[in-house]
C-alpha cells in the first residue's frame, strides 16, 4: 500500500483519463490516522500564513475539515473528487 502525499496533475496530451493524483512522497507507515493528521497539520499551518488555502486530503477527514474552519472563523467549500477524495478551499 502506498501512503504519502499527494499532488494533483493535469493529464497528459491525449491522456484520455484527464487529471489525475501521483505520490510525490510516500510515508514510512502504513498508519491512516498518521496520514489525515499530517493532512490537517498541513492545512493547519497553511491557514496560519496565508489568505486562501486549496488542498486535497481524504475524505475521512471531512469532520477536521469543518472543524479548523470553526477553529480559524473560515468559510469553505469541497468538492468530492471521488475514491475517498476531497478538495477544499477556504477563504
Known amino acids: 500500500m502506498n501512503i504519502g502525499r499527494l499532488i494533483r496533475v493535469q493529464a497528459q496530451a491525449g491522456d484520455a483519463e484527464g487529471e489525475g493524483m501521483e505520490l ?47 477553529a480559524t472563523g473560515r468559510a469553505f467549500t469541497a468538492e468530492d473528487l471521488g475514491e475517498d477524495w476531497i478538495v477544499v478551499s477556504f477563504q
Do not use: P
Request: aromatic content about 8%; some cysteine; glycine content about 4%.
Open 24 to 70: 510525490i512522497c510516500a510515508f514510512d507507515t502504513d498508519d491512516s490516522e498518521f496520514v489525515r493528521g499530517f493532512e490537517v497539520g498541513v492545512m493547519w499551518q497553511r491557514l496560519q500564513t496565508d489568505d486562501s488555502c486549496e488542498m486535497t486530503v481524504h475524505a475521512s477527514n471531512a469532520e477536521m475539515v469543518m472543524r479548523v474552519a470553526e
